[in-house]
């Protein structure tokens, strides 16, 4: 029976680059999918006061064994009652993890990267729960409250080693098979914090992700490192080629996320997935780029690359690596075939028939 | 009579880069400063028990005109009873605003870069107000307040739209005397928030920014442009030529300027003022580089410049400027002097010795 995969294109670009990631699917696999789609979004927000119908959570989780979100816009101003429905999607759906690989031959600087970002994505800031007050004197005062819970932090430095272990097999496979591979290392997980102003809260990250290093004895063969993260953005641009994983809270992990994006040369490149224990939302790392939608020419490789992480994610390897070597020969071998933010004349169609043509 | 001018080490290069910075204020005016050293930091903590004693308080308020600050160092772990005395020192003095100018003629991407980040300096998470609890399951969680007001955010728009036509003027000046300015357009402020997330607390931040920039007649020749804080790093890297004056609240102005450092080559040439209504400490951008303390070759500009920024608030523009062109032309023209941050093999002293004599 065919895998039913949800399809959450949402706004903006969201509304390109999903229908190619879906092309792709279809492509590498002929019967294998059957694809759903679901709505969410701020422009469906303006034209239904809704931003994430119940429907379509109950479908992700009734009906899909996994889906793809495109990107949301973001108004500019406050939207009485609008909420930003990826925010809560992966809150709802317990999708704990936003992992983000980063990777280039040459990125920033002349240094290969190839770092993976683990990205907290169910707490701190995120939880959203916010106060206005007026003072005495009439000025508003905003109140933020930033939650950190040791379980949450736990369970995503587990998350890190794991992925940072997993990382180490495939590289030292690579290698026997005279492959070449940037990371030349022992797996290594870079926790990012900022201990020395928030003591107490990323204080409890931070020590979470100590513990955890040692409460499996296979984990003592990834290296533990720590980084500020004011340092870390600073250090990703001068020597990116000295990460391997980075695990991080909820905010630092969007932050470095797109930093590590400008230097791989595009956001349009950069994958992500949303992981729970039970389910995965592919997304990229972009937005919904409102300058450029509707032109056709977003770049498709995040979104397509999404794609291919869901279904390793699904257990279809194989399919995963097809696409993965489609889009690098693509990106290799066809420069001025991509897209402007890549620095070429081409489109949405172009890059993705390009993929399709080679998987 | 003389000015006295506080100095504070703290830690590690702090002991290096300030003495240098102190030479030099007495080469650029040998009669004018007294020097008055002041205690602080986490090697004093660890010896007294006190980060920041009272004493330092008092004295930068009774007998200083202004002050200039090292680096403090951070414990990898919580150690009970320390906070960081920079922090405390901001709060206490209300330097309600941190401005970092990064500038440089090729940064990366190749492209010009003269940026003036302003931190907002006294609230946001920096309040440092967090909580532990046990949940009844025996694990923790930890919770940090954010605290953004009308009155700081509103503070420090009008000092970033201040600062705006100030630099437009000076780029004026220097264009009609047929000098070459990075930045060729208007005088632009970028308004860096998080708001699509956070509505509540940074929706106040961005919103009183935009309610200062209608209040003042002469703020109506500034352009006024947000950025959410992702995509602030993100284009920083890409366009860093975009940029003039951006405007943070303070962790995110913290990450962003950490950032715009990597992009002029070294945390050791940017430096920082921590500017209130009644007193300013300069304050160079680095941190204690434990990993090179003692070594004799940390990198002296960061902390020159910072002491070139206290003299222009001071009022004493002529002797700031001739301390910028001589770092200018060091920099400029004496590349293999540089300490090792820059790729050279220069010292401290050095590098000094050669800013001293080019005065
Ligand atoms: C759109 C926004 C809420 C989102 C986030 O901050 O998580 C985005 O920046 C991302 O990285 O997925
Ligand atoms: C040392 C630390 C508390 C400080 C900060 O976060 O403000 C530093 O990173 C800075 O930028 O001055």
Redo the contacts between chains.
Sequence with gaps: SKLTIGLIPADGIGKEVIPAAQQVLEAVSPNKFAFLHLDAGFELFQKTGVALPEETVEKLKSECAGALFGAVS???H?VAGY??PI?ALRKRMDLYANVRPVASPVG??GKPIDMLIIRENTEC??I?S???ETLPDG?????????????ASKRIARMAFKMALQRGKLREAKRQQGGSVAWQGQPKVTVVH????????D??FRESCLAVHKEDPSFAGVKLE?Q????M??????EPDVFDVAVAPN?YG??????A???VGS?GVVAGANVGDNFVLGEPVH?SAPDIAGKGIANPIAAIRSAALLLEHLGLASEASRIHSAVDKVLNEQAQAMTPDLGGRGTTKGVTDAVIKLL
């Design positions: 973001s108004p500019s406050k909420s930003s925010v920033a600087a800031l995120y959203k916010e106060r206005l000025t508003k005062v905003a109140w933020a409250d930033r939650k950190i819970t040791e379980y900022k201990s020395n102003v928030l003591s107490v809260s204080g409890l720590e500020l993260v004011d340092s953005v600073y250090r990703m641009f001068r905010l969007d932050i470095i996320s797109d930093g994006a400008a230097l956001l937005g």
